[in-house]
């Protein structure tokens, strides 16, 4: 964009790469001790990893877990505000083995 002195100048409002992304990683750091922790479970590492990047990257505190009874021990542990877990692996063996009766721990899980 041709400024009234001929010149080459920047759109207003559009920001450099690097203060680009210097802005996102302040947003994030200011707000990942608000940010909601979320617990991924997935018996493939791979999952895990892509999940856990998109949602650290939205600005989420993430946790791993690679099956149900590790899930469990976690989600006692650091009481996340959400579980995301693939129902069709090891991992769905997690709410088989926990008894509500005895342990009072799950039922207060999202």
Same mark, same amino acid.
């Given at each position: 964009?041709?400024? !009234? #002195?001929?010149r ?6 559009? !920001?450099?790469?690097a203060?680009?992304? !210097? ?5 994030? %750091?200011? #707000?990942s ?10 018996? $493939?590492?791979?999952? *895990? %990893?892509? $999940?856990? *990047?998109?949602?650290?990257? #939205? ?10 009874? @590790? ?5 006692? @542990? ?9 129902? *069709?692996? *090891?991992? %769905? ?14 039922? !207060?899980?999202?």
């Amino acid at each position: 964009m041709k400024t !009234a #002195s001929g010149r080459q100048g920047r759109r207003q409002g559009a !920001a450099k790469p690097a203060e680009a992304k !210097a802005a996102r990683a302040s947003k994030q %750091s200011a #707000s990942s001790s608000d940010a909601p922790l979320v617990l991924v479970v997935d018996d $493939y590492e791979d999952n *895990r %990893s892509l $999940y856990t *990047r998109f949602l650290a990257y #939205s600005g989420m505190r993430v946790a791993e877990a690679a099956d149900g009874h @590790e899930a469990l021990a976690k989600a006692r @542990e650091l009481h996340p505000d959400v579980i995301v877990m693939d129902l *069709r692996c *090891r991992a %769905s063996t997690a709410g088989r083995h926990a008894h509500p009766e005895k342990d009072p721990a799950p039922r !207060a899980l999202p």
